[in-house]
């Protein structure tokens, strides 16, 4: 959301002649859509710096014309609804070839490769327009051709972000066929890629419907926020690895959102904070360099000495040892959020079908619980264990657009409550020393809370707001407690981790050689290493050359401990 600041205040001696009384009241059409509440008549005097007599008329003529309405009730002004009546009339003659051309052109030539853009047509994908800068040896796509919606990066966008009884529709319907040793078949895997595709919001197709052709696709979304189309880009797997399409999804997805603005549907920007002037603190260094796509959930595991850590966008739970630097990687089928040791010894894991067993050396998972089976949009995200050994986790839909998400307590017979809720992105969670206060992390709000907690029964008393960090300072992910009762939380796009005393006042930041940190843990021997996990997810690539150690595991040395972890008591 803009700042009233940010809207332009037109220049009468750059408008045409009789023009002036015109511009002005777009500009206070402008001012209040751009307020975050709705504006009394000395606000939008204040704002505009009209003359009470302008402002007067200009107003009532507004309303006359249903741009504007009063609420008499509050006595406020906001966007009338002709505003919507026009927009729907925009969108009923919306050309997406048109509106997609610039972007074409422009991407095509940035990947020197194919560049297409495709719709829904008859449970098919349609190719309605394409650029190709690919040369003799790139693919092409003839405009009018079709092609299946499961095998292609553009139907498994379109498919990713169809509601769930329209995807479940379309998969029953269309033949699910192999075209190749790469094409998903298995509804359950189909499914399971589909969700990752909306997590991550662009879908990859790895050699899935031609041999040796790889490709990485975008949705396109109308004002509603349903997906009209997808942006893919195509080419040779030869040169183009799977890392070169994660870089170029990014990409994508800025463009289509630029499509879908190109006729008014405000576009969302995904960029990066530059680096800040000042570095990372010389204590931060990167203990394992890897090029994960979104590692998190990090848990040290006293009795191995062992960091153990996941990446929800490449589904795997990691095993990583600081004495040797090596890390063991167990593959899994479906996304995953969070990893916790048991007190019967292994593991637990939240995943996309809720609460498992993870055998690591067997790779197998086994399911116990799934409190959200009936919300296929939505997905676990971080989870601990109190001293109790009761999980405690939160969920989240998968494209982190919509208010769903919720905090669960899972007992150790797999019994389970709904603790809280809503939240957009629940995530980082923990206890204070004493187990009275328990912290919990709404990343979308930019906000962390803190509840009075009983440590016998497990039980929450009413939430309050223990810290707000400033969108422009990045968002709060995941987080920790040390042992003198201080929060450590990591602040995505911050490039840094933020200490709070037990009040809520920051103390300190940490400065990381990342812009996404994404959790901390204290482990070690001592407990006096802080291990942080970080994204490199959606990181443009002019960031990631300041950044390259994005997706690994970075660490330092504190005076300060942390504390045991909980095991789960199933």
């Known amino acids: 959301m803009a700042s009233e600041a940010d809207v332009l205040k037109p220049d009468e001696r750059d408008l045409p002649g009789g023009a002036a009384a015109l511009a002005k009241g777009l500009y206070l059409l402008d001012v209040i859509g751009e307020r975050e509440s709705p504006a009394r008549f000395k606000d939008l005097q204040i704002a505009t710096g009209l003359p009470k007599a302008t402002l007067a008329r200009m107003l009532q003529t507004l309303v006359a014309f249903r741009l504007v309405r009063h609420e008499e009730r509050d006595n406020t002004y906001r966007l009338g609804h002709r505003l919507f009546e026009l927009a729907h009339r925009v969108w009923e003659t919306f050309d997406l070839r048109g509106a997609a051309a610039s972007q074409l ?8 490769e194919t560049v297409a853009i495709g719709t829904f047509d008859n449970d098919q994908i349609l190719y309605i327009d394409q650029r190709s800068q690919g040369g003799p040896f790139g693919f092409r796509i003839e405009i009018g051709r079709r092609a299946p919606l499961h095998g292609t990066a553009v139907g498994k966008a379109l498919l990713a972000f169809s509601t769930p009884h329209e995807q479940r529709a379309i998969l029953h319907r269309i033949p699910i066929e192999r075209f190749t040793a790469n094409t998903l078949v298995d509804p359950e895997m189909l499914l399971a890629d589909l969700a990752l595709t909306r997590a991550r919001g662009y879908a990859i197709s790895n050699g899935e419907h031609v041999e040796g052709v790889v490709s990485v696709a975008a949705p396109v ?29 990014r990409d994508l997805m800025e463009a289509a959102r630029l499509i879908s603005g190109n006729v008014g549907a405000p576009p969302v920007s995904i960029h990066s904070r530059q680096a800040p002037v000042r570095g990372a603190d010389p204590r931060v260094e990167c203990v394992l360099p890897w090029s994960a796509s979104l590692a998190e959930g990090p848990f040290w595991s006293i009795a191995e000495q062992r960091l153990y850590w996941v990446d929800i966008l490449d589904p795997a739970v990691h095993r990583f040892d600081p004495a040797t630097g090596s890390n063991e990687t167990c593959p899994l089928p479906r996304l995953v959020s969070a990893v916790i040791g048991r007190r019967s010894g292994g593991l637990i894991v939240t995943t996309m079908e809720g609460v498992e067993e993870l055998d690591f050396a067997g790779r197998t998972l086994a399911r116990r619980v799934d409190p959200e089976a009936m919300q296929p949009e939505n997905r676990f995200n971080d989870a601990k264990c109190d001293a109790a050994g ?111 005393d037990p009040s809520g006042r920051p103390m300190q930041d940490l400065r990381v050689p990342v812009p996404r940190p994404t959790s901390v843990t204290f482990g070690g021997p001592d407990l006096r290493t802080l291990f942080i996990t970080s994204a490199r997810i959606r990181v443009p690539a002019r960031i990631l050359a300041e950044a390259p150690f994005s997706g690994g595991i970075l660490a330092a040395r504190l005076e300060t401990a942390g504390r045991p972890p909980h095991l789960f008591a199933g």
């Not at 930019?446 to 440590?455: K, L, M, N, R, T």
């Not at 008393?461 to 201080?486: H, M, N, Q, S, Y």
Request: contains cysteine; proline residues 6%.
């Open 390 to 500: 009761r999980l405690w986790a939160g969920t989240m839909s998968l494209d982190a657009a919509r208010r769903t998400g919720a905090l669960y307590r899972i007992g150790p017979d797999f019994g389970w409550q709904r603790m809280d809720n809503p939240f957009t992105v629940a995530n980082g969670l923990d206890w204070s020393p004493d187990g009275r206060t328990f912290y919990f992390t709404d990343s979308s709000a930019g906000e962390i809370y803190a509840y009075p907690f009983d440590p016998e029964r497990g039980t929450l008393g009413k939430r309050r707001l223990f810290a707000r960090i400033d969108p422009a300072e990045g968002r709060p992910d995941g987080l920790t407690v040390d042992a003198e009762g201080c929060v450590w939380s990591a602040l995505w796009d911050g490039w840094c981790i933020r200490r709070f």
């Open 221 to 249: 979304f109308d004002h509603t926020g349903k997906a009209i189309g997808a942006i893919g880009m195509f080419g040779p797997s030869s040169r183009n690895p799977v890392e070169r399409l994660h870089g170029f999804g």
């Open 105 to 112: 052109e422009r991407l095509a030539l940035e990947a020197r």
